[in-house]
């Protein structure tokens, strides 16, 4: 090379035109940003400005990764020459790379914060330029390679340079001159930022797919490199870093991955597989999971492969490269050969796991989801009998629990055969090294993993003991929190949570062994490594194989590679034993019979004259009971009838209904039905959600026709006094309503149906006698006049206006006719009716001034009234003017940003007050500090080759090795001991106070806080804090003190690699901090949706028959669905986003090691011992890993951690007034008289809400009976809430015997008062501990209480007698029969003042004397205060107050209100007695 243009193919002056082109990008980009002016020229039109936009976007990855090579090059060149002196060459080659370096991060930043300041027309001019220079570097590379290879060396790394830089620019020149940038162009399909910015946020928003009104995931379209990158979440972390992530920021999922779109599949390939969810067992449940999931656990497996031979090329290949650093190379460049190969074998194995990992979550996902669904399902089928087996918590476990366990076992899918593939890999290469000694190191390994059979068998005992004790659990607090209001208001709050604290006892002992035998298994296969190298050493030595540093380096290598399947082994045995415990319980419960849906033959409309038609029914709610409950039945009811069913409490009057309905398995006979159905049953069940929504129920709204059933069933008024109509949002169960306002809303659904067939169970109970005979006119017979109905009720008054009455009685119908039919021969009826006579007894006196009352007097008291309700609408406007106006139930609370340091200092010393974590620290640290002391004594104490001299003899070799490795086991069986003994106690302490925090809880937190938010916590976020928090924290720590174990080693061998680690370092903490907003606010929306879901099922639950009863099923399965996809949304994100993290770290990691590698292979020979450099290289080989789980343990912690958070939200909830106030203790005979004071009471649910009751004063005498009436919504009940201090007065206050009750402790109150409540409420257990749960009363004065309530003979004919058992809910109980059992409640107590509920809504007038007769000789002496819509419950009170809209309207004794024509007691007092005797006047007229 001695021509004139030699000049020109020199590197020197290519370097220096290069430097030369990049300073003036770095001009070119720096100067528009210093001068704060866009150099370009200003697009005209807004498409033009997108279209740039779009560009820049599409060149700041190029950007951001050619600065990333350059950098790394330039570290290359450095690490070689820097021991060699610098020519002039070498340092324009350095300062080529260093501006390149710079000038493209400057680049990059700049297109980064704000492209529109950025000059594209120069920067298009620039491209054109550098593609030149860059072809002309390359093609100058190939001259020289090809023409001048002997008198001219060119460098490796120069060439891979000019071959990058050519690329980089026909990329970017492609992109400026050739691409379109359409507004409709993915941008996912070109190459997406590592980092993406505000701007690229923003656009992807743009961009994104929509469906439905809302967007789709960016991964369902991204591209290639997008997915490979994990690019396509990046918009999402972004927007997390500009905002606090909420629910509509978060893509919906991809169509393939909801399960709207996958169940119907999988549901086809159930029926056709298995015949129905019946009969599936637990091998075919999981054949149809795994075929629903085929191509991607296929896909998974290859990653799998690929991660696990990539992983082995290391161990491969670390002989090799020990000989080398020790002079020994084969070939020319080999040193480079083998870096290369390292890092190559380590970017295969980083990309093949990310994904690996990715989409076996993805899998887990999707069949968490399906299974979900199935089970929901499942529960919209049941039968009667399956239900007793399996209750709501049970069921609500199956999906909190299991379904997710079984979705997050996706993890572990392939661990067992990669285990083998690991092993087999592993002896391969030890054979390779060490010959026939890798025998020995397979039978160490063998022997390790036969120790896990018993350890996993009694993992899996463990865990199902565990499971079914948490069930219980479960169960009890679900019927705990659905009845809380019962609870306070008997004082009983206490006893049933030391119920629950017991039953977490039993369910702490499982957890307990659990863990310890856990710890047990740590420390086993953390020794195991050690083991089996200790092993595999000692035989080389016997049989007499020469020990090498590169083989023992080689072989070491191997063992770290087989600790993590080896060490996984444990946890991946004990997670198949937890799936095959769950899809053991998911499967049973699928086989669990199902309704009979042969009942009920269902004939077309049209296609028969009888509506419904039983010929010889039997049938029975058990059918392994030799006695039917329904006996006989014979019925034919013709389309347009009105059936009235009436009879005593607990003959079978509901059943019937239920038969109708297909709900009672059937033993003999026929049911045919022809036309829809709608159903409203005695207890009222209203789903949370708006009022609008309840009434609809699905249907379209249709305005004209919902007004009418809103003034059909008298809703209008009640919806103008709420303060925001229909639209309000009902709590849970309909808790912010009276019962009277749930009925008229179960009505109004009903109404709105526009069924053929309507079946209404006893309705008109729960609202007063006015508002019960507008029902029954304007609903039954105006606006279903020409509907076929079938009404049960215990009023006789309803009975004349039916075509056809049935009389019940023991399971039978006894008699059916007419009215009149029925009075001339029915001795059954004449019974009812007589009872009722009875109690129309007492409106004799009355019966002149009904007569009296006039058209012109009525229309006077209109008159009254209306102002009387325009004077009420004034106040209350005035009131509202100035009063806070909310919804009850509000969003749930989620805390926002970062998870504050206090939680994490809370979680650590709440057990032993953190005096345990030092020792655990400590352990740890001695573990890593023998481990490495351990490997290194190996490598230093033999020779590199057979040549050198050994630097000890084999026997001290093997005993130093061994010594270390004991010490090594110890320091982990110490650290796994402490460590699962502060977890478990630190989840103890948690559990308790929660639970304790929400038993003391007022009842306007169960009021707003829907159950299925604190089942949450109770069952999901208690999980976590029992097993996951403790093992995650100790990774944290334990992974972190590893980190810096191997960069000491490293920084030992070669301390110049620190240079290196520090800005990785850096830079991997920036990215956690980039993730962390959007990751935790992510986490925190997992739970947030999770609750809806539990909620719902909860809700379906309890309200299965009338969803069936209206054929609803599939509109609740799809929004089943629809929940569950909207729970699987947020959790995909956090998968997508932890990849995204994880994904660059290891990139990072594997620049850092390769690094490394480059400077030892630069060393000169003698500079470093070569085993010592290859031990550091050995746990280099880890590096990546180690670093990716520092962080990635450090972002789930704090995910994680919320779950501790989320708890302790709630052992902060304010707390209800102390139980007992021990200075201002009542005395032990108060009260005394029972005089009820009250002063200006005024009374809201919660602050944000309007006033109840606004401003009442009046006095309920000692030893008096006050009623109290009104119409529904009135405000009587919270009247009643507030003397038990339920709901705490905003103004005024309450005296009782002169008094405060404020300033009595809740327990002293509540236990001296006795109430039958509303909703009766029985709990599950035996009837003895229904009657008195406290264990207060002998058996004698329990059955005397059940013999004055009327249920003694009822109970003495069960088996069990007080032992009798009694289900969910006191479902095997009648409704009638439940009020009398809270009779017999009060009748145990005897309180000295009672108060009465609707206490006899529920039972025929009969049974209503008897119970007022008892009362009356029983609590002769005490207050009675009467809450009735049956008017003659409250004719023979000393006194009555009648309530309108919150305030008080009379307050008089019955005598002298009725004397007053105009008031509106008398009123309503002539309505129901006109109402209750024009049957018997009818009789008389015919």
């Not at 002169?1298 to 002293?1308: A, E, P, Q, R, Y």
Request: with cysteine.
């Amino acid at each position: 090379m001695h021509s004139p243009t030699c000049f020109l193919l020199k590197p020197i002056f290519l370097h220096a035109l290069s430097s030369f082109f990049h300073l003036l990008l770095l001009a070119m980009v720096l100067v528009p940003l210093l001068c704060k002016r866009i150099i370009t020229v200003e697009s005209k039109d807004k498409k033009t400005n997108n279209n740039n936009k779009a560009l820049f976007q599409k060149t700041l990855f190029c950007s951001v990764g050619f600065s990333a090579f350059n950098l790394f090059l330039s570290l290359i060149n450095y690490f070689i020459w820097y021991r060699t002196s610098l020519t002039q060459e070498k340092l324009f080659t350095l300062l080529d790379l260093g501006l390149k370096t710079v000038s493209w991060g400057v680049l990059a930043i700049s297109m980064h914060n704000d492209h529109r300041r950025f000059p594209l027309l120069l920067f298009r001019i620039w491209c054109a330029f550098y593609l030149f220079v860059s072809c002309s570097s390359f093609i100058v590379d190939i001259i020289v390679l090809i023409l001048y290879k002997k008198h001219v060396h060119l460098p490796p790394q120069c060439i891979v340079s000019d071959v990058v830089a050519t690329l980089v620019g026909l990329f970017f020149c492609y992109v400026m001159c050739f691409v379109k940038n359409d507004e409709c162009e993915d941008i996912s399909t070109i190459e997406e930022p590592l980092l993406n910015g505000d701007d690229h946020a923003s656009s992807m928003e743009k961009k994104e797919i929509n469906r439905g009104g809302e967007t789709v995931t960016p991964y369902s379209n991204a591209g290639i490199f997008s997915i490979l990158t994990f690019s396509w979440i990046g918009s999402l972390i972004a927007l997390g870093n500009k905002k606090i992530l909420d629910l509509e920021d978060v893509p919906q999922l991809d169509s393939g991955d909801t399960v709207l779109e996958a169940f119907p599949a999988f549901k086809e390939k159930v029926e056709a597989d298995c015949g129905g969810t019946n009969h599936i067992t637990t091998l075919k449940l999981v054949k149809l999971l795994v075929v629903s999931a085929w191509k991607e656990i296929l896909f998974t497996a290859f990653l799998a492969l690929l991660n696990t031979l990539a992983s082995y090329v290391g161990p491969y290949l670390i002989d090799a490269f020990v000989q080398f650093l020790d002079g020994k190379q084969l070939y020319e460049n080999q040193g480079y050969v083998l870096v290369s190969a390292f890092f190559v074998a380590k970017i295969v194995e980083c990309l093949s796991q990310r994904h690996w990992f990715f989409k076996l979550q993805q899998i887990g996902i999707r069949i968490r989801a399906l299974l979900l669904t199935m089970i929901y399902n499942k529960s919209l089928t049941l039968s009667c009998q399956s239900k007793k087996g399996h209750t709501s918590g049970e069921t609500i476990n199956l999906m909190t629990v299991d379904a997710e366990r079984i979705g997050v076992f996706s993890w572990y899918m392939h661990d067992l055969w990669l285990v083998v593939l690991q092993v087999s890999l592993a002896l391969l290469i030890l054979y390779k090294n060490l010959g026939i000694a890798s025998i020995a190191a397979f039978f160490a390994t063998v022997f390790v993993m036969l120790a896990n059979i018993p350890l996993g068998s009694l993992q899996e005992k463990f865990q199902t003991k565990l499971m079914e004790s948490k069930d219980t659990r479960m169960k009890a607090t679900s019927e705990v929190l659905r009845n809380m209001r019962i609870l306070k208001l008997q004082g009983w709050e206490m006893k049933f949570l030391s119920k629950i604290i017991q039953l977490r006892k039993t369910e702490q002992m499982w957890l307990k062994k659990f863990v310890y035998t856990s710890a047990m298994t740590t420390f086993v296969f953390w020794g195991a490594p050690t083991f089996v190298s200790v092993v595999t050493f000692g035989t080389c030595m016997l049989v007499g194989i020469p020990l090498e540093s590169g083989k023992i380096l080689s072989a070491l290598a191997t063992f770290r590679i087989l600790q993590e399947p080896i060490y996984n082994l444990p946890e991946t045995i004990s997670m198949i034993a937890q799936t095959k415990v769950s899809l053991d319980r998911i499967s049973s419960f699928l086989r669990l019979e199902d309704l009979q849906f042969n009942v009920v033959e269902k004939l077309p409309v049209g296609t028969s004259d009888k509506a419904i038609e039983v010929t010889n029914g039997n049938f029975s709610w058990d059918l392994s009971s030799s006695v039917t409950t329904l006996k006989n039945i014979n019925l034919s009811v013709f389309h347009g009838m009105k059936v009235a069913v009436c009879g005593t409490v607990g003959s079978g009057k509901s059943t019937l209904l239920s038969c109708i309905l297909g709900e009672v398995p059937k033993v003999s006979g026929t049911l045919k039905v022809c036309g829809k159905k709608a159903y409203v049953s005695q207890s009222p069940w209203i789903q949370s959600g708006k009022i609008e929504d309840n009434i609809l129920f699905g249907k379209k709204m249709d305005r004209e026709k919902y007004d009418k059933v809103l003034e059909a069933c008298s809703l209008k008024k009640d919806l103008e006094t709420l303060s925001f109509g229909d639209q309000t949002i009902i709590g849970e169960r309909g808790i912010n309503l009276s019962g009277g306002q749930k009925q008229r809303i179960q009505i109004a659904r009903a109404l709105y149906q526009d069924s053929d067939i309507y079946l209404f169970d006893d309705p008109f109970s729960a609202v007063d006698a006015h508002t019960g005979s507008h029902l029954f006119k304007e609903c039954l017979l105006g606006h279903l006049s020409s509907k076929t109905v079938v009404y049960v009720t215990h009023q006789v008054e309803f009975l004349p206006a039916a075509d056809l009455i049935l009389v019940m009685k023991n399971g039978k119908i006894t008699q059916c006719g007419k009215y009149i039919e029925l009075l001339n021969n029915g001795a059954d009826f004449m019974e009812l009716v007589g009872a009722h006579k009875k109690a129309l007894s007492t409106l004799d006196s009355t019966s002149t001034f009904e007569q009296d009352i006039s058209v012109s007097n009525a229309h006077v008291v209109e008159q009254k009234e209306a102002r009387k309700d325009d004077q009420i609408g004034n106040k209350i406007d005035i009131n509202d003017h100035s009063e806070p106006k909310g919804q009850l139930v509000q969003e749930e609370e989620r805390e926002k940003g970062k998870v504050g340091f206090l939680i994490y200092w809370k979680y650590i010393t709440t057990a032993y007050r953190g005096i345990l974590v030092p020792f655990i620290l400590l352990a740890q640290i001695l573990f890593q500090t023998l481990q490495i002391g351990s490997n290194y004594w190996m490598t230093w104490a033999t020779p590199i080759s057979q040549e050198d001299p050994s630097p000890v003899e084999g026997s001290i070799l093997i005993i130093v090795y061994v010594a270390l490795a004991i010490g090594s086991s110890f320091c982990i069986l110490a650290r796994a001991m402490l460590l699962v003994t502060a977890g478990y106690t630190t989840a103890t302490l948690l559990f308790n106070k929660m639970h304790f925090c929400i038993f003391r809880a007022p009842m306007s937190f169960f009021d707003s806080t829907p159950g299925g938010r604190i089942l949450n916590r109770a069952s999901t976020d208690q999980s976590a804090v029992d097993t996951d928090i403790p093992n995650q924290s100790s990774s944290v720590a334990f992974t972190l003190i590893q980190l810096l174990g191997i960069i000491a080693l490293m920084s030992q061998v070669a301390w110049q690699v620190i240079f290196v680690f520090i800005p990785v370092i850096a830079a991997s903490i920036w990215y956690q901090q980039y993730y962390l907003p959007a990751a935790r606010e992510l986490s925190r929306l997992v739970g947030v949706c999770k609750a809806p879901v539990i909620q719902h099922f909860a809700e379906t639950i309890s309200g299965a028959s009338t969803i069936r009863s209206f054929d609803q099923q599939s509109r609740f399965q799809e929004t089943n669905m629809k929940l569950s996809d909207g729970y699987s949304r947020p959790k995909f994100n956090v998968t997508g986003a932890m990849e995204w993290l994880c994904f660059r770290l290891d990139m990072l990691s594997s620049i850092t090691f390769a690094v490394s590698l480059i400077f030892l292979v630069s060393i000169p020979k003698g500079v470093i011992n070569p085993s010592i450099a290859g031990l550091a290289v050995t746990y280099g080989l880890n590096l990546n890993m180690v670093q990716a789980w520092v962080v990635w343990n450090l972002c789930r912690l704090e995910n994680k951690i919320i779950s501790v958070e989320r708890i302790m939200q709630y052992t902060c909830v304010p707390s209800e007034p102390p139980l007992v106030v021990e200075e201002n203790r009542p005395d032990s005979s108060w009260p005394l008289y029972g005089e009820v004071d009250i002063q200006n009471l005024q009374v809201r649910y919660a602050s944000h809400l309007p006033l109840v009751l606004r401003g009442i004063s009046c006095t309920f005498y000692g030893g008096l009976k006050t009623g109290i009436v009104g119409r529904t919504g009135s405000g009587k009940s919270t009247l009643i809430q507030t003397l038990f201090r339920i709901v705490e007065p905003a103004a005024g206050r309450v005296m009782i015997d002169g008094i405060n009750i404020s300033s009595v402790g809740l327990h002293d109150l509540r236990s001296r008062l006795g109430i039958i409540p509303q909703d009766p409420t029985m709990f599950e257990g035996t009837v003895r501990n229904n009657l008195d749960p406290l264990e207060e009363y002998t058996d004698e004065q329990i059955w005397e209480a059940l013999d004055k309530c009327q249920l003694g003979d009822e109970v003495r004919k069960k088996e069990g007698k007080l032992d009798s058992p009694v289900s969910e809910n006191g479902e095997n109980w009648s409704m009638g029969q439940r009020q009398l059992v809270c009779l017999g409640r009060v009748l145990l107590k005897k309180s000295k003042i009672l108060v009465l509920d609707e206490a006899t809504a529920s039972v025929d007038t009969a049974t209503d004397n008897l119970i007022q007769q008892t009362l009356k000789l029983h609590f002769a002496d005490s207050t009675i205060i009467t809450i009735a819509h049956r008017i003659t419950s409250v004719l023979d009170s000393n006194m009555v107050l009648l309530l309108h809209q919150g305030v008080i309207e009379e307050y008089e004794s019955p005598s002298k209100l009725l004397e007053d024509r105009c008031s509106s007691f008398s009123q309503l007092v002539a309505e129901y007695s006109a109402r209750s005797k024009s049957s018997f006047d009818k009789s008389v007229v015919q």
